[in-house]
């Protein structure tokens, strides 16, 4: 699932692979752009927001694509196999002479000009595998709402970027306290705890091929995924249940015992 490290590792791989050379395919499958020929101009860099890519391109432009769930970018060698989904799903494809960059299920892919990228990124918060990452800020943001659902507060890319599901739930675990908590119900410095553990943890797992949050190699994850089996930590049964507002409800992992607060 793509969460701020994915995003990172996709923007590294297709970094390397595009940036200082020109195009010799461009293709954006999207109405939109079925027009739009970007042959011949140079991808001057990649670069991760939160959960976002922006790909800059020669000429003042942006290529702003989002993997939401479920999409990816894949890279492959001439003569190369493209694998990675149906060719249906493929929305872009941008290729150099020694490498082609091919976007599946991207649900959002927008033509921009880099002086406009506020307009797709700019409501976002402190980046927690950026250079402009504020601990101080993305705290704030979190409080600025106690009554918010804790989970759904880690979640809210507008208070800091970068965490999805399964990092909801990995942190709390790692709390000690329900995804359910409200955030003014939080014990006294636990969220400055919080916000350091959120991006110690992406920071370790943004080189990672496969991402972990605990110190063991034979279970990845600490309650993610893992309902109904025990609990790493105390062997109490795993449980599961969905959380959000009704209109965009995730799965949310918690051990009923190690982790404090209201539940549904």
């Given at each position: 699932m793509p969460e701020g490290d994915t995003v990172h590792q996709t923007a590294t791989r297709l970094h390397q692979a595009l940036a200082g050379r020109p195009l010799t395919r461009s293709d954006l499958r999207v109405p939109k752009y079925a027009t739009t020929d970007l042959t011949g101009r140079e991808i001057l860099?990649?670069?991760?927001?939160?959960?976002?890519?922006?790909?800059?391109?020669?000429?003042?432009?942006?290529?702003?694509?989002?993997l939401r769930m479920d999409g990816s970018w894949r890279i492959f060698a001439p003569g190369e196999r493209w694998?990675?989904?149906?060719?249906?799903?493929?929305?872009?494809?941008?290729?150099n002479e020694t490498r082609t960059a091919v976007g599946y299920r991207l649900p959002v892919l927008e033509l921009l000009r880099t002086a406009d990228e506020h307009k797709a990124v700019g409501h976002l918060g402190p980046d927690l595998l950026g250079p402009d990452w504020d601990p101080?800020?993305?705290?704030?943001?979190?409080?600025d709402d106690p009554a918010r659902e804790l989970g759904e507060a880690?979640?809210?890319?507008?208070?800091?970027?970068?965490?999805?599901?399964?990092?909801?739930?990995e942190l709390c675990f790692m709390a000690s306290v329900t995804p359910w908590t409200p955030v003014g119900d939080l014990p006294e410095n636990l969220a400055p705890r919080l916000i350091a553990a959120a991006h110690r943890v992406l920071d370790a797992n943004r080189d990672r091929p496969a991402r972990t949050t605990t110190n063991r190699r034979d279970q990845r994850l600490y309650v993610y995924g893992r309902a109904p089996r025990p609990c790493l930590r105390c062997g109490t049964p795993v449980r599961t249940a969905q959380q959000g507002d009704g209109s965009r409800d995730r799965p949310t992992y918690w051990c009923p015992r190690c982790q404090s607060g209201p539940t549904p």
């Open positions: 860099d990649v670069t991760p927001r939160g959960k976002h890519l922006l790909t800059r391109i020669e000429g003042g432009l942006t290529l702003h694509s989002h694998t990675g989904g149906q060719t249906h799903q493929i929305r872009a494809i941008l290729a101080d800020k993305a705290l704030a943001n979190l409080l880690l979640l809210d890319q507008r208070n800091l970027a970068g965490i999805g599901n399964i990092y909801k739930s």
